[in-house]
């Protein structure tokens, strides 16, 4: 199955050529573009859009659908090829950075593989269950979804992840990043950004920063492992008053602040502190590390 | 999986311990990637070099060079004309030649049966070369690619860029006054790591 629509250029150009009016103005400057093909259930979908925005929805359908608004058209092209078992599809430009935006809306099968590469475009994915590889330099990521894989970067822009998923990872340089949902393997690591978790059961968990904060609140699993690591960012982690963890926690120069179990006491090591206890069986670990990064232990 | 997909599972697949079901999809992407391939053939190469080498010797002396020019050598088949989406990706080329020195970094570390060199050793001296030409490698291509980056962005790179080294530098000032610290020098490696993630990002950001 395959359909197609375009406005025609001749016809936005007539359009363009009448008198007055920003109804006019807006046909010569957009373009709206719809392809749609029957493609496999777990097909490879690739889709480049440096600037603009991509919302990708995972439907139950072995189709996939775009609708692309294409600003300045006479400069960028709206490209679109593949079959059953991958598709690629985005903005081609002559300005590249400078790319007028381009808005993609895009419906796949939720089993779809996605590779997304961007520039400022803000990227919002839901509904999808297949491996999700998303590149961006500014632009925000939001995604929500069950992703067999999930691995989501970029610099500046914020991630804002809700999902459940047997590997996810996050990538900042100083945006921040919020995950909401469980995992069996998470990892969140920025420069200067924020990592916030809020977890409703993870097993294996990495957080590492330079500067930003560590916040991280849920229940671990029993047999989890949580790692912080930070140079001068504060580390906070508000855990299951039933964890039954082993705890190893040390900063060189900064302080603990042990609300967990405050009968324990964080042991003097040069300018800096360390924490070392068990709550039994003991199963999980929770180790943290910092260089001047204050280090709070809280009971939930 | 996807080229990138990869990056994160070769190391682990070189180390064996990758699950069955992400061996058999990292082999498969191989079969059906030349590219992939091909890096994955110089991974195993530098492998097998630094598996060769006594625990003593520090890996640039052996390794470093065949990185460089390695880099230097995709590096002079980047110049083609091609749309920025089809270009030659030969920073990740660089990239995964990187990851080789990470790979053989740790591997030294873990031979030695002493899990971190202290300051003023060869092999801390060795190591810490090794991750700042790796880190400057990145940068001097990445500055040889600033405006294809944009400015904004690479205004963002140098200020993070800017935190991890003033966290190296306060890392080393305290390693000068306490030099057997293993978790200093944990943390001295992190941020040269981060260091070289961030441009490893930059770089995919540029030629992805």
Redesign the interface.
């Known amino acids: 199955m395959r359909t197609m629509r375009s406005i025609p250029l001749t016809l936005m150009i007539a359009l363009a050529a009448l008198p007055g009016g920003a109804a006019q103005a807006q046909a010569t400057s957009e373009q709206r573009v719809e392809r749609k093909i029957a493609i496999d259930p777990d097909a490879s979908i690739r889709i480049y859009n440096l600037n603009g925005s991509v919302r990708v929805e995972g439907w139950d359908r072995d189709t996939i659908s775009v609708v692309a608004t294409i600003g300045d058209p006479l400069k960028n092209r709206f490209f679109f090829g593949g079959g059953a078992q991958g598709v690629k599809m985005g903005i081609e430009s002559p300005m590249e950075l400078d790319q007028a935006p381009a808005h993609l809306v895009v419906k796949v099968p939720t089993r779809a593989r996605l590779w997304i590469k961007a520039a400022t475009a803000t990227i919002t994915l839901s509904g999808l269950e297949g491996g999700v590889d998303v590149s961006s330099t500014s632009g925000n990521i939001q995604f929500d979804g069950n992703p067999d894989q999930l691995n989501l970067e970029t610099m500046d822009g914020s991630i804002n992840i809700t999902a459940t998923g047997p590997w996810i990872r996050a990538k900042t340089a100083s945006g921040t990043i919020t995950l909401r949902g469980s995992g069996e393997d998470v990892g969140a690591t920025t420069v200067s950004g924020d990592i916030t978790l809020l977890s409703s059961g993870m097993r294996r968990l990495r957080m590492e920063t330079v500067s930003g904060r560590v916040n991280f609140s849920g229940p671990l699993a029993r047999d989890g492992a949580l790692s912080a690591e930070s140079h001068s960012g504060p580390v906070d982690l508000l855990l299951s008053a039933d964890l039954a963890a082993e705890f190893d926690l040390t900063t060189y120069q900064g302080t603990i602040s042990n609300g967990f179990a405050p009968e324990r006491r964080p042991l003097r090591q040069g300018e800096g502190q360390e924490l070392h206890f068990t709550v039994q069986p003991g199963t999980a670990n929770v180790i943290v590390r910092t260089f001047k990064g204050p280090i709070f232990l809280r009971k939930k | 999986?996807?080229c990138?997909?990869l990056f994160?599972y070769l190391d682990r697949y070189h180390a064996g311990t990758l699950s069955r079901p992400e061996a058999e999809a990292v082999e498969q992407h191989l079969l059906g990637c030349a590219d992939c391939a091909a890096d994955f053939r110089f991974q195993r190469l530098l492998k097998g070099k630094t598996v060769a080498l006594p625990g003593a010797i520090a890996p640039e002396h052996e390794l470093w060079p065949g990185i460089r020019d390695q880099i230097r050598g995709t590096a002079a088949v980047a110049a083609g004309v091609r749309?920025?989406?089809q270009r030659t990706p030969w920073l990740i080329a660089a990239t995964i030649a990187l990851m080789g020195l990470s790979s053989a970094v740790t591997m030294l570390l873990t031979r030695t049966g002493n899990p971190q060199p202290y300051v003023g050793t060869q092999d801390f001296q060795s190591t810490e070369v090794g991750y700042r030409q790796a880190a400057d490698e990145l940068l001097r291509s990445l500055q040889a690619h600033r405006k294809?980056?944009?400015e904004?962005?690479f205004k963002?790179?140098e200020?993070?860029l800017h935190?991890?080294d003033q966290?190296i530098q306060?890392?080393q000032a305290?390693l000068a006054s306490?030099p057997h610290?293993q978790?200093?020098t944990?943390?001295l490696w992190?941020?040269y790591e981060?260091k070289i993630?961030?441009l490893q990002?930059?770089a995919?950001?540029v030629e992805?």
């Open positions: 999986m996807t990138l997909e994160d749309p920025r989406w294809e980056l944009g904004p962005a963002v790179i200020q993070n935190i991890i966290a306060e890392t305290a306490d610290n978790q200093v944990q943390l992190a941020s981060k993630d961030l990002r930059a995919h950001n992805s």
